[in-house]
């Protein structure tokens, strides 16, 4: 027997139009439409109707304030959705590790939770966790014959937008909780592509943590042996929020000083315990952000073995932090080489370059991660089981990444602008040089392998920003690097990297546009999906020329000095600041993206929009699996520079969007 009404009209006592799934009512309300008749369990409807009852994730604001238990019911299911997703699928270090889950779904008790949040963070959380929802909704309906291209990352936009109303109401609240909410909205702002916003907020998020000064420990404590000392629950999440912010500033200021807020000469904290201390609320004593040092004021104590568990409490964040530490003094090198001389190794006389020294830091915190963080199917088995494949192999990504940031500079065409490094590749010994191209051939290899093997061990976990950035440098490394070797007069692909022929080279290459495909329903990366189609073009280019021994691809073209500086002539413009400027309604024009590539290369060298646009349609139908995910990505030949995404770093590698932005020239002349 049909039922008269939906499950939420009956209990709010109104009428109900009896449209299976999606009644305006539940529409209206943000509720589920779900009918049960007697003897039935209630379930929501089939069909695309059973969408439409999500449309307030995507843009009406959060649910009224209903007063009833299936609003809550509902918010309660929102966020649950929201720890099983987050926590198991997404990487944790920079957005999320400071909330005390325990704690946090304790709320959930009090029927009224939804309505006392006044910070926002509930909202945020629903936020974060609607793509998920709606991704496992659209899963759901799939039966009924092939999807359109689902962009999962426009859902949660009213929730997002709650949450960011909850935070101008409250502005000036110095408030720990309204500082996680700043960061959680950062996160959902660069996932959706609102750039401008996102920069923004991260310098909100900069001085939100100076005034609370969470770069220092709250007392001298540590391990609350008193009875009035706080909670030490409580003291590691505003550790582990402090470190979020320091992750976010690291990400965006990547070596330039002018960007940077939060530098790790003022911290004065120890890093994350480990996952099972913070969620048990066990304390226990770690390292500090320097390998070996703890907080001065416990070295005298007289617990003899508090410094060995400092060690042993290290969680993967704490070596992740470590990582991203090492890289931003990274990129600053690469950035101003100065008078370095890289290839220098004298160690006796004190004069070793700072090449060579970064190099050994970095060497020294590979060979320190434990037997149990490191990469083995054994322990990657152990990681998803426990849902933090993501923090795993992000640690293991970023280290082989930095590694590539720091000998790119003997590797002709990735360093931006080129004449920097120019020095280095006319001076430098040859093994010096042969040294930086199978160093960054073989870490991008790494890359591209660890990215594929997460995408087949468990492809939600890579839904974050870091990942996409990650499989785009990944592509622009490889071609360069090819392309870098054979102008050495290096024609033997297999010295390079060795097991490696060109068609592996162009497998990985192939590998991480599948992953950008499944990341792009998730987050706005359409440009890093477009860099690594362009980067596949460029290595057909470049095998071409080389079966029919023609000389390589030409050294770009060396950049002459601007009359004015701006950081957008030294930063990739697939980074945040440059993404954030061209958001903004009046600027100049070093601002724009004449620096980039396409500034300096003629119509003359590039390939006609119609070739572009070919390339990218054979290439972005590389992915055949499950169908709620075997996006067909369409390109226009025409770009849309407004909608730009960002890299969350400005770290100079090449993107190859150059003939995707003159062929965009050319169709318009030709219109």
Not at 206 to 227: S, T
């Amino acid at each position: 027997m049909e039922p008269k009404s939906c499950v939420v009209c009956r209990k709010r006592k109104v009428k109900c139009d009896r449209t299976p799934g999606s009644c305006r009512k539940c529409i209206k309300f943000g509720t589920e439409c779900i009918y049960a008749t007697k003897g039935d369990a209630m379930k929501p409807a089939k069909g695309h109707g059973h969408l439409e009852g999500h449309a307030w994730n995507v843009n009406g604001p959060k649910p009224s304030a209903l007063g009833t238990l299936c609003a809550n019911d509902a918010i309660e299911r929102a966020c649950i959705v929201f720890i099983r997703f987050k926590i198991m699928r997404v990487h944790t270090v920079r957005c999320f590790g400071f909330l005390h889950i325990p704690t946090f779904m304790a709320r959930f008790q009090d029927d009224d939770a939804f309505n006392n949040d006044r910070s926002g963070l509930i909202y945020i959380l629903c936020a974060l966790a609607a793509p998920f929802y709606y991704a496992r909704a659209v899963v759901a309906s799939s039966d009924q014959g092939p999807l359109p291209i689902t962009q999962f990352h426009h859902a949660g936009r009213g929730w997002a937008a709650s949450a960011m109303q909850c935070v101008c109401t409250s502005f000036g609240n110095l408030g720990v909780e309204c500082l996680m909410v700043a960061v959680l909205l950062h996160e959902h702002f660069l996932r959706v592509g609102d750039h401008a916003k996102a920069f923004l907020m991260s310098g909100m998020v900069a001085r939100h943590v100076q005034i609370l000064q969470l770069n220092v420990e709250h007392d001298a404590d540590i391990l609350c042996e008193q009875e009035e000392s706080i909670p030490w629950v409580v003291k590691e999440s505003r550790r582990r929020l402090f470190w979020a912010c320091y992750l976010q500033d690291a990400f965006i200021e990547c070596g330039i000083d002018q960007l940077k807020f939060i530098s790790t000469d003022d911290v004065q904290i120890q890093l994350p315990s480990l996952e099972d201390n913070f969620i048990r609320n066990k304390p226990c004593l770690t390292e500090m952000l320097r390998q070996g040092t703890i907080l001065p004021f416990v070295q005298g104590s007289d617990v003899p073995n508090r410094k060995p568990q400092a060690t042993d409490d290290l969680d993967l964040r704490a070596l992740y932090i470590r990582a991203m530490a090492i890289r931003s003094r990274v990129l600053k090198y690469v950035k101003h080489l100065g008078d370095d001389i890289p290839w220098n190794t004298s160690q006796e006389s004190g004069s070793a370059s700072h090449f060579q020294h970064l190099g050994q830091e970095l060497v020294v915190l590979e060979s320190s991660i434990p037997d149990a963080m490191r990469m083995a199917p054994e322990n990657t088995y152990l990681y998803k089981s426990s849902g933090r494949l993501n923090l795993y192999f992000s640690l293991h990504i970023l280290l082989a990444q930095t590694f590539n940031d720091l000998y790119r500079v003997g590797v002709a065409g990735l360093v931006y602008p080129v004449s920097a490094t120019k020095w280095i590749r006319d001076n430098a010994p040859d093994d010096f040089l042969r040294r930086c191209h199978q160093m960054c051939a073989t870490k991008a290899a790494y890359i591209a392998t660890l990215l594929d093997n997460l995408y087949k061990c468990h492809k939600e976990s890579m839904v974050d920003m870091p990942f996409a950035m990650h499989a785009q440098v990944c592509s622009g490394v490889l071609v360069t690097t090819l392309a870098s070797w054979i102008e050495l007069g290096e024609s033997e692909t297999s010295s390079l990297l060795p097991e490696a022929g060109l068609q592996q080279f162009r497998q990985m290459l192939e590998s991480n546009v599948r992953v950008l495909q499944h990341l792009r329903a998730y987050m706005q990366v359409d440009l890093f999906l477009e860099s690594a189609a362009q980067a596949m073009k460029r290595f057909d280019k470049i095998t071409e020329q080389s079966r029919t021994n023609a000389h390589a691809e030409t050294e770009p073209t060396e950049d002459q000095n601007p009359r004015q500086f701006s950081l957008d002539y030294i930063l990739n413009p697939l980074g945040v600041y440059p993404i954030a400027r061209t958001q903004a309604s009046d600027g100049h024009k070093p601002e724009q993206f004449a620096s980039s590539a396409a500034a300096n290369v003629t119509v003359g060298s590039t390939t006609s929009s119609k070739e572009w646009e070919s390339c990218a349609d054979d290439v972005m139908s590389l992915d055949g699996h499950d169908g709620h995910d075997a996006f067909q990505y369409q390109s226009s030949g025409l770009w849309d520079w407004e909608l730009q995404t960002p890299m969350l770093e400005l770290t100079g590698y090449p993107t190859f969007l150059d003939d995707a932005f003159l062929g965009q020239e050319i169709a318009g002349v030709r219109v």
